[in-house]
């Protein structure tokens, strides 16, 4: 459905997201003393390809996009990350979104290193044929980077399970059929169960075990989400489970908010039949800004990255920040929050449910054997809340934040790695 562009989101930034990036990974390295030779390893990209995706639209212009695959580091495993349609997807966004992955799946310590891939369109203003045609062309023109043990892509922004089969459909009319090239599929095409609301469940997950471990009373918490897709809608359905209340979400068209709560499943029709969260019954409307800035005691960024910066932390007043999104919170952003005391629950920890719940189909589809998703669920709730302990454990024991903890513990298992295989 179209609707009003993506872009004009952020507030004033600081730096580019790659430098951000970099800027959080160079103080792990500090803190670690990583040697300087592997700074410049673990720093930039292993490979970057810039494509040309030419694609016939339905009125018969040719129109070219350009399209990216980032493969950062492989050396825990082959490269893994989602493929996100946006005007915004460029190189140094994809660059970023790549390094990323490999520290988070780092973090929870699954066998992948971290990938990227973007394509840059306006995808909601664009036809389900037209999007069938530019995945199919991407997909043709990234083909030979991949491989079941090469490199694996999953839905991002934009993307779906829908895209995904189009995606496994293209790789294997050339390669034979190959369920495992990519993650986030259909589970009538060998998708997982659990896959699908796994990104918002992990953080989900996360919020209980930092409840715990920071005791903070999550019965009766009130609850702000920003974004209402995939990851914001399951998060927003499943918070529930720990007693909160969800009293504010929003998605590019603005937001809704109700003070006793929001009944959430009720959002989530009154979006299949309008295509937005906005005039949801018994609701008010607010704007994404004053969403963030809500006197509520959890915040999840779900939508896009660098929307709390140094123009805005000020004002935030939730306690926790949860980072669903990746990259939310600009470093400027992240210094102004961490001097009010909140607690940040860093991207590369509070969302890699996603990327677990990949590493179990991509498992499934290699065995030819599929999980229940009791099984499924019960084995991301202990990945995250293993995760959470070994990075508190870090934060609490070098007294530090849950952002740097959390990038030390991956840089120092990428950098064993990279070592053990004689990379380096
Ligand atoms: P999605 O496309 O399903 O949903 C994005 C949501 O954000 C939509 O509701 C959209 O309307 C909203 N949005 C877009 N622009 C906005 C704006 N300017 N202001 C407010 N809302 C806006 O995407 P998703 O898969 O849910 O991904 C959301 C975030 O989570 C991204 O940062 C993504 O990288 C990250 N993430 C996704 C996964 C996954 O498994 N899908 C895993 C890890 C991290």
Redesign the pocket.
Known sequence: MAGPP?TA?RSPIDMTPFEAVSLFFDRAADHIGLADEMREVLRGSYRELRVQVPVRMDDGRLEVFTGYRVQHNAARGPYKG?I?YHPDADLDEVRA?AALMTWKTAVVDIPFGGAKGGVQCDARSMSDAEKQRLTRRFTQMIAYLLGTNRDIP???????ARTMAWMMDAYSTRYGYTPAIVT?KPVELGGSYGREA??GRGVVLCLAEAGRSLDIDLQGATVAV????????WFARLVGELGCRVVAV????GGIYAESGLDVDAVVSHVAESGSVVGAAGSESIT?EELLELDVDVLVP????R?ITDANADRIRARVVAE?????VSPAGDEILEGNGKTVIP?ILA??G??TVSYFEWAQNIQQFRWEEERVNAELSKTMSRAWQQVYARATGDGIPLRLAAFALAVEKVDQADRLRGYV
């Open positions: 993506e989101r989602g996100r979104l999953a839905p991002d922004v934009n993307t779906d986030g796994a990104t920003q974004g209402f897709g995939n990851v914001g809608s929003s998605d590019v068209a994404n779900a939508a896009l990255d929307v669903a999104a990746n990259h939310p991207d969302n890699a996603g990327v």
